[in-house]
């Protein structure tokens, strides 16, 4: 079958992967010149296949009317028309028993895509920094560190201040500035940039992708009420089928379609800073309370955070930048005063924090986008659940879970 991805982060990139693989055609297209332009960028770096804590939860209910007030809060929401449909679904996903499905459904979504990059890199070796470094989530307030449980991770523990600061020496946080943390050892890192460049010209070099960037996907062509093609600035594309991987442009895309895609921006801002003014990570930490990660990369660490729900636009904030590197100043005593790369990207998030996976009301078009918070983490597992379903083979893990008619 010969089948176009539309959209080149790391979604569309590991789905063109995997589906050439499976021996089908492809065709990925991209409005940028080069992959990784949206959200794939300089995200957190954090492959976290065991903590998948879901945005939607009960705890988010108390949090909201403090959110919805001015200020430098880790999430700020403005609203829009947009964002109110989108909003009322957010709140009916924040019940106890949605966020045990949820995370039960991530759960086996992330394991599949550990399995699913391993076996990638089997096939493709490629250089980005992954690396074992275990993932330590700190919690500054009482009530969130006595929430806190290793779950079913055997090797998880919680550790008090002393024991935080003995295995990440880089942290200066005082005893009265946290309560503890819990530590997870097999969490990963790895750079998405760098895996998305590496992957992006392996794909060029197989014979079985075409690759076409710098072209803007419009309207898509519908003949007896099936997908057949996408207009784009270049001229139209035929495909047998489409996979819908635009990240925040995937729901401007369905409306294009005739249905409706509860996916919104969540805007998050990083900077990057080089290790002759960094002090190296150890391991991967959460802030959990300021919604901050840290990761230790190949001669750099990356500091990512924040939630901002104001819409599409994609320039990093000075106060926020401003912001992340006060948290690195006075969490690691990382000096971010020298070499520093901000950047920001927008998250495409689903209401209920899962990504949607499976076929869409639209004949010829199917849906691999919506990872959110987690989709350098959920990536290959996606693919690979994608190219299950495309070519009738019994899913790798639950697909239901993903499935695009929990929203219409
Ligand atoms: C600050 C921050 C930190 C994060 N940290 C982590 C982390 O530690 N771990 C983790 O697992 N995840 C993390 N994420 C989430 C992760 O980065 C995203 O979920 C993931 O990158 C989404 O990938 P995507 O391919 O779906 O979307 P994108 O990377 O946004 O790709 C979509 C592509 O579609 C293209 N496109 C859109 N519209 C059109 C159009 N009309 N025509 C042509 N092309 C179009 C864009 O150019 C883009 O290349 C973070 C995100 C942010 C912002």
């Not at 500054?140 to 779950?151: S, V």
């Amino acid at each position: 079958m010969k089948i176009g991805v539309l959209g080149a982060g790391v979604v569309g990139l590991t789905t063109a992967w995997r589906l050439s693989e499976a021996g089908h055609d492809v065709v990925l297209i991209d409005r940028a010149a080069g992959p990784a332009a949206g959200a794939s960028g300089a995200n957190g770096a954090q492959l976290s296949y065991r903590y998948v804590a879901p945005m939607a939860s009960p705890k988010m209910l108390f949090q909201l009317p403090g959110l919805l007030l001015p200020g430098e809060n880790a999430i700020k929401v403005s609203f829009t028309p947009e964002l109110v449909g989108w909003g009322l679904r957010f709140l009916t996903a924040c019940t106890g028993a949605q966020v045990a499905r949820t995370t039960a459904a991530q759960l086996a979504l992330a394991e599949l895509s550990r399995l699913e990059l391993e076996h990638l890199l089997g096939k493709v070796p490629l250089d980005f920094g992954l690396r074992t470094a275990g993932k330590l989530v700190i919690f500054r307030k009482a009530a969130d560190f006595a929430a806190a449980t290793p779950g079913e991770d055997e090797a998880a523990e919680l550790l008090g201040p002393d024991e935080c600061r003995a295995l990440e020496p880089g942290l200066t946080l005082k005893t009265s500035e946290f309560y503890g943390g819990l530590y997870t050892p097999s969490e990963q890192v790895g750079d998405c940039t760098a895996f998305c460049e590496q992957l992006f010209v392996k794909l060029k070099e197989s014979n079985r992708v075409e690759v076409r960037m710098n072209t803007a996907i419009g309207r898509p062509v519908v003949r007896n009420g099936r997908m057949t093609g996408i207009e784009t600035d270049h001229g139209p594309v035929e495909a047998d089928l489409f996979v819908l991987s635009l990240g925040s442009g995937a729901r401007a895309f369905a409306k294009s379609c005739g249905f409706n895609l509860p996916i919104y921006p969540v805007k998050g801002h990083s900077i990057t800073v080089a290790d002759d003014v960094a002090s190296p990570l150890k391991h991967s930490v959460t802030d959990y309370s300021r919604k901050i990660v840290y990761a230790p990369l190949p001669g750099a660490t990356r500091i990512a955070g924040f939630a901002d729900f104001q819409g599409y636009d994609t320039t990093p904030v000075p106060s926020r930048i401003a912001q992340l590197k006060e948290a690195a100043a006075d969490t690691f005593d990382i000096a971010a005063q020298g070499e520093v790369e901000p950047w920001a990207g927008l998250r495409p998030m689903t209401p209920d924090s899962k990504p949607v996976i499976g076929p869409s009301p639209l004949d010829g078009l199917f849906l691999n986008t919506g990872q959110g918070m987690l989709g350098w983490t959920l990536a290959c597992g996606s693919a690979r659940l994608t190219a299950d379903l495309i070519d009738g083979k019994p899913p790798a893990c639950p697909s239901e879970p993903f499935d695009v008619r929990r929203f219409q």
